[in-house]
């Protein structure tokens, strides 16, 4: 969950401002009134500022960092595993990817939103040993948790 909630700010910022190759920005307003009226909180009419304010108040995680060299190669791993003209990401091509990435894990080190207080479970990354263990080599470990 750390992954989609780091991701969704950023990529549905990237649509809200026109990036159709991501999304319909007024699918996602449409989308996000939707949810809004659903939910039992007061939340921003903005959809980012929504989701975002959502997010932090179910207390999910969503403050990660990554080198550069890391999100590169999140992104040629990203395009290689479900693009190159697959469906599940289409025309989208690594830079793509990279911005979309990048923006939602700033350089390690740099100054960004406060992170959430820890919900319920820890936020011990051994939690999530299971789950690498079972996708074989693939792990997250270079992603660096704050």
Same mark, same amino acid.
């Given at each position: 969950?750390?992954?989609?909630?780091?991701?969704?700010?950023?990529?549905?910022?990237?649509?809200?401002? =026109?990036?159709?190759?991501?999304?319909?920005?007024?699918?996602?307003?449409?989308?996000?009134? +939707?949810?809004?009226?659903?939910?039992?909180?007061?939340?921003?009419?903005?959809?980012? *500022?929504?989701?975002?304010?959502?997010?932090? *108040?179910?207390?999910?995680?969503?403050?990660?960092?990554?080198?550069?060299?890391?999100?590169?190669?999140?992104?040629?791993?990203?395009?290689?595993?479900?693009?190159? =003209? /697959?469906?599940? /990401?289409?025309?989208?091509?690594?830079?793509?990817?990279?911005?979309? +990435?990048?923006?939602?894990?700033?350089?390690? =080190?740099? +100054?960004?939103?406060?992170?959430?207080?820890? =919900?319920?479970?820890?936020? %011990?990354?051994?939690?999530?040993?299971?789950?690498?263990?079972?996708?074989? /080599?693939?792990?997250?470990? %270079?992603?660096?948790?704050?």
């Amino acid at each position: 969950m750390t992954a989609v909630a780091a991701m969704l700010p950023g990529l549905w910022s990237e649509i809200a401002a =026109g990036q159709e190759i991501l999304g319909s920005a007024d699918r996602l307003g449409a989308a996000w009134r +939707v949810l809004r009226a659903a939910s039992s909180r007061e939340l921003p009419a903005d959809p980012i *500022a929504g989701i975002t304010a959502l997010l932090d *108040a179910w207390r999910i995680g969503r403050h990660v960092s990554a080198t550069p060299e890391q999100i590169d190669r999140t992104a040629r791993r990203s395009i290689a595993a479900w693009g190159a =003209g /697959l469906p599940m /990401l289409g025309r989208l091509r690594s830079d793509d990817v990279r911005r979309i +990435v990048g923006r939602a894990m700033p350089p390690a =080190g740099s +100054v960004a939103a406060a992170p959430v207080a820890p =919900g319920p479970f820890p936020p %011990d990354p051994s939690m999530d040993v299971g789950a690498r263990r079972h996708r074989g /080599l693939e792990n997250n470990d %270079d992603l660096v948790r704050r």
